[in-house]
């Protein structure tokens, strides 16, 4: 299993990024696919997660409206589109893949319940 993210980078405030993830070694489909980010001295912190089928998605509440998560499964790649960035959003940004529960309806938004971890990509946001 492999998760690859980048588009990572230095980008002032206000400014807008794209991140991408590639997905390899797991059945990508039945897979949620989430974005964490991880400040210095803090905890990770979910940021968005989408279906497998990409029909549905959640975002926190500090990110909800600026950040715009997405799939394409024919490629086994997620995007996160990040507008509006301020310093808050410096960070390790990491890709994570949640098997879909079928009996369950409820996004998964804590880090031990994605399986799959990718090895994060750095956003910095300068004033």
């Known amino acids: 299993v492999q998760l690859q993210a980048s588009g990572g980078g230095l980008v002032q405030a206000g400014g807008s990024l794209r991140l991408s993830c590639a997905a390899s070694?797991?059945?990508?489909?039945?897979?949620?696919m989430g974005w964490f980010r991880q400040a210095p001295g803090k905890e990770r912190e979910f940021v968005a997660t989408?279906?497998?089928?990409?029909?549905?998605?959640y975002y926190s509440d500090s990110v909800q409206g600026r950040f715009a998560i997405s799939r394409d499964n024919a490629k086994s790649a997620v995007y996160l589109q990040i507008n509006s960035l301020n310093a808050e959003d410096t960070g390790v940004y990491y890709c994570?893949?949640?098997?879909?529960?079928?009996?369950?309806?409820?996004?998964?938004?804590?880090?031990?319940?994605?399986?799959?971890w990718g090895q994060g990509t750095q956003v910095t946001v300068s004033a």
């Open positions: 989408i279906f497998g089928n990409g029909g549905s998605t």
């Open positions: 070694g797991f059945i990508f489909g039945s897979y949620y």
């Open positions: 994570a893949a949640a098997p879909v529960r079928s009996m369950s309806t409820v996004f998964p938004t804590r880090p031990n319940e994605y399986k799959h």
